[in-house]
């Protein structure tokens, strides 16, 4: 599976984007899509994961209530819309996605769960 996220970008502190992450050529119903973040000094970090619907979601702590995952079936794709974006949500952002969806959130939250992984996008908050 090959993940191509782009939307990465600099923005205020209060402001949003949404990230993309296509992923062409692939039964892609049938894969968990995620996203993990990382910051310089810092370790990986989950950042939210999507199965079906949004029924099945997990998102990390530090980003529940701000982000959104997402995903269009028909175009292949997982989007992550991040509203109220704070300095510290300033990291690479990688889309990731697995063939098996974890109910329990310690399970989901893992980078070892993601079989998959994406180039990084570059989001910078500016404060």
């Known amino acids: 599976v090959q993940l191509q996220a782009s939307g990465g970008g600099l923005v205020q502190a209060g402001g949003s984007l949404r990230l993309s992450c296509a992923a062409p050529?692939?039964?892609?119903?049938?894969?968990?899509m995620g996203w993990f973040r990382q910051a310089p000094g810092k370790e990986r970090e989950f950042v939210a994961a999507?199965?079906?619907?949004?029924?099945?979601?997990h998102y990390g702590d530090s980003v529940k209530g701000r982000f959104t995952i997402s995903r269009d079936n028909a175009k292949n794709t997982v989007y992550l819309q991040m509203n109220s974006l704070k300095p510290e949500d300033t990291a690479v952002y990688s889309c990731?996605?697995?063939?098996?969806?974890?109910?329990?959130?310690?399970?989901?939250?893992?980078?070892?769960?993601?079989?998959?992984w994406g180039q990084g996008t570059q989001v910078t908050v500016s404060s």
């Open positions: 990731v996605a697995s063939n098996t969806w974890y109910t329990n959130y310690e399970r989901a939250s893992r980078s070892g769960a993601y079989s998959y």
């Open positions: 999507m199965w079906w619907s949004a029924g099945t979601t």
């Open positions: 050529g692939c039964a892609f119903m049938s894969y968990v």
